[in-house]
């Protein structure tokens, strides 16, 4: 079944410590998105991708760099992880250019410490 | 920048009673508007969208209005149930931005 899914689903972690999360997905999509949820605050965008050359900043992109490495895999790396970066994560893919459904993942659980 | 606002953050209703949830956006070149379900501990899932060139859409128990001149949007549920408890996000299209701005959620407690 094409389905979105995500590795790891929980981590713990240390400031100061980098972390990737990976993200990949057997639905076809070219475009792809990386989410922050945190309670109040609803799904913040912090980057996404249109295909494999293209990489665009959301609204919260500050402390996290993405990499596409191919059509069906897109990572987000913490390059430092601090406290606030505690959240729950979600990648998300779409198929039409010009809006459509977001298939979102099961979610990454991040708790740094 | 692009904004979209959702009220209430909170929402109880009795089961059977209908329950409403609103949203407003700022972007006036929006033209799609999905609604997503997230149940605890899930993620969340399209339940009903709706494009600009219609008003209303229904789909069984739930429907979506649009008004465009207003840039409100809503979502409602009739004769709700125990299983429609969860977080509801509204979300509006940003074609200049090629991205999806999400409401902050309304969580929906039903009560049996």
């Known amino acids: 079944d094409a389905d979105v899914t995500q590795t790891p689903r929980n981590r713990i972690t240390k400031t100061g410590k980098r972390i990737m999360l990976e993200c990949s997905q057997t639905k076809g999509h070219d475009r792809m998105y990386w989410y922050r949820q945190d309670p109040g605050l609803g799904l913040r965008l912090i980057y996404y991708?249109?295909?494999?050359?293209?990489?665009n900043k959301g609204e919260i992109s500050d402390g996290y760099s993405v990499s596409r490495q191919a059509q069906a895999k897109f990572s987000l790396s913490l390059e430092s992880a601090i406290p606030n970066q505690t959240a729950l994560y979600f990648c998300?893919?779409?198929?039409?250019?010009?809006?459509?459904?977001?298939?979102f993942g099961p979610g990454t659980r991040l708790t740094v410490l | 920048g692009e904004n979209v606002e959702q009220h209430p953050s909170t929402l109880s209703v009795q089961e059977g009673d209908s329950a409403v949830i609103k949203c407003t956006y700022s972007d006036s070149a929006s033209n799609y508007f999905p609604w997503y379900k997230q149940e605890l501990g899930k993620r969340p899932q399209l339940i009903i969208d709706?494009?600009?060139?219609?008003g209303e859409k229904k789909d069984q128990r739930i429907a979506v209005t649009l008004n465009k001149t207003a840039k409100h949007f809503s979502l409602h549920i009739t004769e709700t149930q125990p299983e429609d408890s969860a977080v509801y996000f509204c979300a509006a299209w940003v074609p200049g931005g090629f991205k999806t701005i999400f409401g902050a959620g309304t969580r929906l407690f039903v009560k049996a």
């Open positions: 991708s249109f295909d494999v050359k293209d990489i």
């Open positions: 709706i494009r600009s060139n219609v």
């Open positions: 998300a893919t779409s198929g039409f250019a010009g809006g459509d459904t977001q298939y």
